[in-house]
């Protein structure tokens, strides 16, 4: 970044540039920019690029539709970032090519062509510039951050709040969604109604429905009353949907339907109900990718999605790391004024502020949490923080381990109380994950094609899943 009183951009730069006047970022400049066709079936024609993450493919959720059927769905991204225009393929077919070359990820200068399938492009910088701005404040509604993209966020949110928008917050597990969703009705006109939580991740399928939108006596098996769903809960206030990748696609029309029509059913019901819901949702999923896998509704994510707010992972706002620690240690002491006061050494917290956090802000609660009751007052050492090894900024983590018994008779996990439940099943999941893609590509010796048809998915999230575990 650019440290000046003020910052003057040339017509020859690309991506995103950050303002500051006096040491302080007062906001964002992102120059936009033309994707032109080359060469291929659409040649000549030209696209905008007026957003932090463009998406491009074939399908038409993303960004840029290409009518090439040689690309793929969702074929690459276009970033802006502070060094310029990153292009990233996304586990395409038949993947982005530049100078010959099959890319992953590479920053792009200005006139450099590249090609997706059978359609060449070519990036160029425009004059427009768009002004992001930065919330001057370092919170929103008991959520906190000083860094360039949470003051983002926090703009964002000072806007979407007092409105009745339905918002789509994406991001990975433990980046706070659950507490975004809280904030943004907080600071709505429906701060005083009810907030209802439904997380679509653990209920089972075949009740999924009744807990949406409830039930009649008699329904179904064991429905020995009426129940009020999730929706008739939250009348009049909001509901949030939390991991709303994992709702079964078989009830995605019936949402659709009460967000579009404001009504429903009760699950053996024949009275239509009216509901004045504000819904809020969440996913750390892929939703372009499931919608192109013919896994979630197109209809729907473009309903979601009338506001996207993508949320920073730890590792983008490190320097929110102290101001953190800060609030989880008052917060501990709090809850337990029996304890003594607590404070971080300086090397404990360079610890801290090197590690990868792939458990995000949770991980780092929980750490701290787990440091202030167990440590010997009145400092947190280095030693007292039981990180998951020396995982620096930057380097892919290690998988975490977990335990397993050949006994039949005992649990196949050990079970670390440390976590809260969502923390702790990630981990579980995390490690099962990349244990079964290690075993399942090195069975077929690296053939996607093979791999994919043996493990039931598409070619497409099998790269994906490689992709995140650093096995590809």
């Known amino acids: ?16 540039r950050t303002v500051f006047v006096n040491d302080r970022a ?51 991204e276009l970033r802006a970032e502070e060094d310029g225009f990153l292009l990233r393929d996304l586990g395409s077919t ?11 990820e590479i920053y792009l200068a200005p006139d450099v062509t590249f090609r997706a399938g059978n359609t060449t492009f070519r990036v160029l910088p425009s004059e427009e510039v768009v002004e992001i701005p930065l919330s001057q404040e370092e919170h929103f509604q008991g959520v906190i951050g000083r860094s360039v993209p949470m003051r983002e966020v926090f703009a964002m949110l000072a806007k979407v709040a007092p409105s009745e928008l339905t918002c789509l917050i994406e991001g990975d597990t433990g980046t706070g969604k659950e507490r975004i969703a809280r904030a943004i009705h907080d600071a709505s006109r429906r701060a005083k109604k009810p907030y209802v939580v439904l997380d679509c991740s653990s209920i089972p399928k075949d009740l999924m429905e009744s807990y949406v939108f409830g039930h009649e006596k008699g329904a179904f098996t064991g429905a020995v009353s009426q129940n009020k769903g999730a929706f ?29 029509n404001r009504e429903f059913k009760r699950v053996g019901g024949t009275q239509t109900i009216r509901t004045d819901v504000r819904v809020i949702a969440a996913t750390n999923r892929d939703l372009r990718t499931m919608v192109n896998d013919g896994l979630f509704r197109e209809d729907l994510y473009f ?59 949770r991980e780092l609660r929980n750490v701290i949490e787990r440091a202030a009751n167990l440590a010997n007052p009145p400092a947190i050492l280095r030693s007292d923080l039981h990180l998951s090894g020396s995982i620096s900024m930057g380097v ?29 099943k990630q981990v579980v999941l995390e490690q ?41």
Not at 443 to 459: D, P, V, Y
């Open 232 to 260: 008739e809960q939250a009348n009049g206030g909001t509901l949030f949907m939390d991991e709303i990748g994992e709702l079964d696609i078989t009830l995605q029309p019936k949402l659709l339907r009460v967000l579009e």
């Open 94 to 104: 038949n993947g982005t090519l530049l100078g010959g070359c099959r890319v992953r």
């Open 432 to 472: 099962y994950e990349r244990d079964y893609l290690t075993k399942l590509i090195g069975e077929f010796e690296g053939n996607i094609s093979q791999a994919s048809k043996h493990a039931g998915l598409t070619r497409f999230h099998l790269r994906e899943l490689l992709k995140k575990h650093d096995l590809k």
């Open 396 to 424: 892919s983590p290690p998988a975490r381990s977990v335990a397993v018994s050949d006994d039949p008779n005992t649990s196949l996990i050990s079970v670390d109380l440390d976590l809260d439940y969502k923390a702790g």
């Open 26 to 76: 007062t906001t964002r400049q992102l120059r936009k920019a033309k994707l032109v066709v080359v060469d291929g079936a659409q040649k000549g024609k030209e696209f905008v690029v007026a957003k932090s993450k463009t998406y491009v493919g074939r399908s038409t959720v993303n960004d840029i539709t290409i009518q090439d059927t040689s690309i793929s769905s969702t074929h690459f």
């Open 1 to 16: 970044m650019k440290r000046s009183d003020e910052i003057v951009m040339s017509n020859q730069e690309m991506g995103l």
């Open 303 to 361: 309903r979601l999605g009338v506001i996207n707010l993508m949320l920073p992972s730890l590792a983008e706002r490190r320097e929110d790391i102290p101001l953190l620690v800060e609030a989880f240690l008052a917060d501990t002491a709090s809850r337990r004024p029996d304890l003594p006061t607590m404070r971080m050494t300086a090397d404990a917290m360079d610890m801290l502020m090197s590690y990868a956090w792939p458990g995000n802000v």
